[in-house]
């Protein structure tokens, strides 16, 4: 389990901690991915594009990870890899929009990488909304290297852009 000081910012937060999923996280796992969701005005689809979120054992414990961030008992952020093979895709990397600016995203992130590398990964891999222009900044300040676009099989078949990282 990895511990990350939430720094101060306008309110003082306890320790923020990132810990693996367990299944009573689900409800808050949800609740961030849907705030964020909400926030750039995507479209809610529990039974398609969302059900990885539903059932995180089998999308991403039978082969790769996913973490949960809590601030005290309130989860505040997540973050999921997949393995396939000597490469690693990051999934769901998202945090409440009050917790962004301290640094807690680049945990989320070198925690994915950290562990992509122990399972042997060389490349890591990261499909982000055009949308999303903070996480591409983050994705650019570790090493990412922007490359590609496509439509995402989302309900609102939004326009991602393509993230790699080699050697991760």
Request: glycine share 10%; with cysteine; proline share 4%.
């Amino acid at each position: 389990m990895s511990r990350i000081d939430c720094p101060p910012a306008v309110i003082v937060l306890p320790m923020c901690r990132l810990i693996p999923y367990e299944s009573h996280h689900a409800d808050g796992v949800i609740a961030v991915v849907r705030a964020v969701h909400d926030e750039h005005g995507f479209t809610w689809e529990a039974d398609g594009y969302h059900k990885d979120l539903y059932d995180v054992d089998r999308h991403y414990l039978l082969a790769g990870m996913f973490w949960t961030l809590v601030d005290g008992e309130r989860i505040i952020g997540c973050v999921g890899v997949t393995l396939h093979g000597g490469e690693c895709e990051l999934h769901r990397l998202y945090l409440l929009q009050e917790y962004r600016g301290r640094g807690l995203g680049r945990k989320m992130l070198d925690e994915s990488m950290t562990f992509g590398r122990a399972k042997g990964c060389h490349r890591m891999i990261a499909w982000s909304d055009v949308k999303l222009g903070d996480a591409h900044a983050l994705y650019r300040k570790v090493g990412f290297v922007q490359e590609g676009e496509r439509i995402c099989d989302d309900p609102d078949e939004s326009h991602e852009y393509g993230f790699w990282k080699e050697p991760l």
